[in-house]
């Protein structure tokens, strides 16, 4: 079986790959990837030295090279990865976002119509969803909650997934898609709030939180993300949505808090800043339909997952250091110097 893997040069792309690569010894996983900032082929390292991998640096966006791809590899299932994913990123340019993550997304499943594939599965977001209130705890997202979007990131992937259900329907694809909570672990970009918390506070900087930090997000650590999108590609319904998460509540301010224990570093390096412009109050997944259906049940809890994860950062400083040395300081300095 080969396997096309978009955007597997990012966080949860290059988990996947070594999750598959991990637990099918025997498949050929294809990596097609633009190396945008959040690509970085550091992540890849080990991957690239086994024979059953290959990566081309690639648009998802270019017709010519992804028709290209489907020719020379032939892939069986084409899992949807790449994305512009930074929500303050698609309040600077949204244009961006649309172009990758809507006509990327029509790109590539043209061409899983011209070649045929057995399976194309859109890896998307529970932020699709929109938010929920705070203060009705009893509320979660279920498949059928309504498409209600806030930021021009989450209208994109919500899109991509209206197309994604239009090809379904309309030319019989052969589709797929999750919609997961945050995650987090290792290769985690530092623009996100745990790396970004975890790289600052190690620097006895100071952490960032958005408004009061009441916000709440549903964490989920990556590697049982890759689990679900695994077992959905291979054995969920054709033209089905599976919500992915682990019940996992918390605070930003609760999430903080657990970075500086974890470090040993003091609360006195939180900072109230200016919140983010249509923020989402609180995201929390039902994941009933994939475990009632597939089996699927998360593996780490929030306490193992954040221990395994403040670890990973602490033993791979060369990999955070190296992007904070680059454009990655002009972005910062942009985003925050006068927050
Ligand atoms: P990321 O930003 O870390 O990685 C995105 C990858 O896509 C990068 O390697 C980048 O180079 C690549 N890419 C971007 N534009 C491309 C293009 N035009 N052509 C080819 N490659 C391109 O993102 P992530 O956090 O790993 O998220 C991966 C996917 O999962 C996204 O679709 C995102 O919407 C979704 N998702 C993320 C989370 C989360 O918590 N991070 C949760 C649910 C769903
Ligand atoms: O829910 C899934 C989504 O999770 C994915 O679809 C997105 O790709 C992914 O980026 C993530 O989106 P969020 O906006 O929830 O993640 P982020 O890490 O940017 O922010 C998490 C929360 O922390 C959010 O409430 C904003 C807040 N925050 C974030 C940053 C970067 C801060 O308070 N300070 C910060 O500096």
């Given amino acids: 079986m080969t396997i096309l893997v ?14 598959e690569l991990a637990h099918y010894p025997e498949d ?4 097609i990837d633009k190396l945008t900032y959040a690509g970085n082929l550091a ?13 081309v640096r690639g648009d998802i966006t270019d017709r010519e090279a992804v028709e290209k791809l489907f020719g020379e590899e032939k892939p069986d299932i084409v899992v949807n990865f790449a994305a512009e994913s930074h929500v303050d990123r698609s309040v600077e340019d949204p244009g961006l976002f649309l172009r990758t993550n809507i006509l990327g997304t029509q790109t590539l ?3 899983c119509r011209k070649f045929g594939v057995k399976r194309y599965h859109q890896v998307s977001t529970d932020e699709v969803y929109g938010d929920l209130p705070l203060d009705r705890p009893d509320l979660f997202f279920t498949e059928t909650t309504p498409i209600h979007t806030s930021s021009p990131y989450s209208a994109s992937k919500a ?3 209206l197309l994604v259900l239009a090809y379904a329907r309309t030319f019989k694809l052969p589709v797929s898609i999750t919609r997961c909570s945050n995650n987090y672990g290792p290769y985690h970009f530092p623009e996100k709030l745990i790396p970004l918390m975890i790289t600052r506070a190690l620097a006895d900087e ?11 997000r549903d964490w989920l650590y990556v590697e049982d993300h890759c689990a679900a999108i695994d077992l959905v590609m291979r ?7 599976y919500n992915v998460g682990g019940h996992n509540e918390r605070t930003n301010l609760q999430v903080v808090k657990t970075v500086l224990k974890e470090l040993g570093k003091p609360e006195s390096l939180i900072t109230f800043v200016r919140d983010r412009p249509g923020h989402d109050q609180r995201y ?33 400083q060369k990999w955070w250091k190296d992007i904070l040395a680059g454009e990655y300081q002009n972005y910062f300095q942009h985003m925050y110097g006068n927050r």
């Fill in 109 to 111: 499943m043209d061409a």
């Fill in 235 to 241: 054995k969920g319904r054709e033209g089905e949505i």
């Fill in 206 to 216: 100071s952490l960032p939180v958005y408004g009061n930090g009441e916000n709440v």
């Fill in 159 to 161: 899109s991509a997934d």
């Fill in 6 to 19: 978009t955007g597997g040069a990012g966080f949860i792309g290059s988990n996947f790959v070594y999750y």
């Fill in 43 to 55: 992540n890849l390292k080990e991957a690239l030295e086994n024979d059953h991998f290959r990566f």
């Fill in 284 to 316: 929390a997944i039902d994941p009933t339909k994939i475990h009632e259906e597939l089996g699927w049940l998360p593996t780490t809890d929030f306490d193992t997952g954040m221990h395994r994860t403040v670890e990973w950062y602490l033993a791979n």
């Fill in 28 to 31: 050929r996983i294809v990596c």
